[in-house]
């Protein structure tokens, strides 16, 4: 059966290490810290100017003057700091953050990805997305296998405009997760009960299958 | 001690001007100069460039000025959650300069700290860095991203003193110093104006010398955007 946003996330939190320090994007990125294992030391970084994030407070406890980049209140843990915005990106594009979660509308076979924006319909703008994948040499891209329509959004080519180009090292979806490499998807893991045809019917770009793919354990 | 305390937000702004360019601090709601903003509505002023992160809301922040028309060009990173500001740009109104982030905040820090340019990765082979000059350096691409410049930056901190010293608190940090002195004129609203010698220096965040003027802010709302909560087991 194919994954759901909390699946994805669950599966990507075992990408964590210990000793990282992780940027989350909006949406599904921000559930993997709901499943990050408790034994090993992890801190949050949000780029909107905070280091050590902790869980959303308790009613009644919400602070205005913190909150995280998707805007919503949150809460520090022991040993969090606060800085200004040129700090933040210095911690990204300096390369001081191991890994970057965020998701996409598409990815393209050669590391491509795009998810700021769908011309004539939709500018929200990138946000801290394009410093993110510029920089970070270990990012994760969370998102949907195929589209409501039903589309592959693993593609050879991106169609919208992009955020960054040759960037993207692994793909989690609902489907599968996938490493990118030499201009193709190379399959790693299925979904539990997810078949390599049905992933290879919903991947556009160039799949790569070498031998036999594990179940994705989570 | 240079004395840069004003009276209020009306002497505070004395000098802007229709068709000026102003920076704002904040992130989302979080740490926008509220009094300034508001005394911009009054002051009726036009096609004003703003370079500020967000564009507010509807009916707070930035949006106020959206909703007068009183903003020619917006230069943002993210500018979601504002169905005006949509409907404006889509009619081609208003003028959008999206920015990523990290180049935004450089931006304003380049032009505090008298960089007239940078390279940054951000954006290369992306619409972003159409018509810019880019450059290699070991192997990996960059694009020249330009200091802004503006007649005044606005900015919000927790506490200051009358030498413009200032403190800020939490996330509302955000843009805020870096948007002091990247201006001709900062101008610098608190929530706790104090008396002289009160900061430790120690804990100063940014030093009086890049603040023009600094008044005592009022009737702060301090907007939450997404009230998130978990409950108590």
Redesign the interface.
């Known amino acids: 059966m194919a994954l759901d946003k909390n699946g994805i996330a669950k599966r990507i939190a075992k990408e964590v290490q210990d000793g990282f320090y992780v940027n989350l994007g909006i949406g599904i990125p921000t559930l993997v810290a709901n499943y990050v294992r408790d034994d090993i030391e992890v801190e949050f970084q949000s780029e909107n100017g905070v280091l050590g994030m902790g869980p959303f407070p308790f009613e009644g406890e919400e602070d205005a003057d913190i909150i995280n980049a998707g805007k919503q209140t949150i809460t520090t843990l022991p040993g969090a700091s606060f800085f200004d915005s040129s700090l933040s990106f210095a911690m990204i594009r300096g390369k001081h953050v191991d890994l970057t979660i965020l998701g996409a509308m598409e990815v393209s076979e050669n590391g491509d990805i795009a998810n700021w924006k769908i011309p004539g319909k939709m500018v929200k703008g990138m946000g801290g997305a394009m410093d993110l994948v510029a920089s970070a040499e270990n990012i994760i891209v969370a998102m949907m296998h195929t589209n409501k329509a039903g589309e592959s959004k693993l593609l050879k080519r991106c169609s919208l405009p992009l955020t960054g180009v040759n960037c993207v090292t692994k793909v989690v979806t609902n489907l599968a997760v996938l490493e990118i490499k030499n201009n193709q998807f190379h399959l790693l893991e299925r979904a539990p009960g997810v078949s390599v045809e049905e992933i290879q019917k919903a991947t556009e770009g160039t799949l790569v299958v070498n031998g036999e793919i594990p179940e994705m354990s989570i | 001690m240079i004395n840069k305390e004003v009276k209020n937000v009306e002497e505070a702004l004395k000098g802007v001007k229709s068709g000026m360019t102003l920076m704002l601090g904040g992130?989302?709601?979080?740490?926008i100069p509220e009094n300034a903003i508001s005394q911009l509505v009054k002051l009726e002023v036009k096609d004003v460039t703003c370079i500020s992160?967000n564009a507010g809301v509807d009916d707070f922040g930035l949006g106020l000025l959206l909703q007068k028309k009183q903003i020619k060009k917006m230069i943002?990173?993210?500018?979601?959650e504002n169905d005006e500001f949509?409907r404006q740009?889509l009619s081609g109104e208003l003028e959008?300069e999206?920015t990523?982030?990290?180049?935004?905040?450089?931006k304003?820090?380049a032009a505090q700290a008298g960089f007239p340019a940078f390279y940054?990765?951000?954006?290369?082979?992306?619409?972003?860095a159409e018509g810019k000059e880019t450059r290699e350096f070991d192997g990996k691409m960059y694009v020249l991203e330009p200091a802004f410049k503006a007649d005044f930056a606005f900015v919000k901190a927790?506490k200051g003193d009358a030498a413009g010293n200032l403190i800020?608190?939490?996330?509302?940090?955000?843009?805020?110093?870096?948007m002091c002195g990247a201006a001709t004129i900062t101008v610098a609203e608190v929530e706790e104006l104090v008396p002289i010698g009160t900061l430790d220096p120690n804990n100063v965040?940014i030093p009086g010398i890049f603040v023009q003027r600094i008044f005592q802010g009022k009737d702060y709302e301090?907007?939450?955007?997404?009230?998130?909560?978990?409950?108590?087991q």
């Not at chain 2, 990523?100 to 450089?106: D, I, M, S």
């Open positions: 992130f989302g709601l979080c740490g992160n943002s990173s993210y500018v979601g949509e740009m959008v999206l990523p982030q990290g180049t935004l905040a450089e304003c820090r940054t990765p951000a954006g290369f082979g992306t619409e972003v927790w800020f608190k939490g996330t509302s940090r955000n843009f805020n110093p870096n965040h301090k907007r939450i955007e997404q009230r998130t909560v978990r409950q108590k």
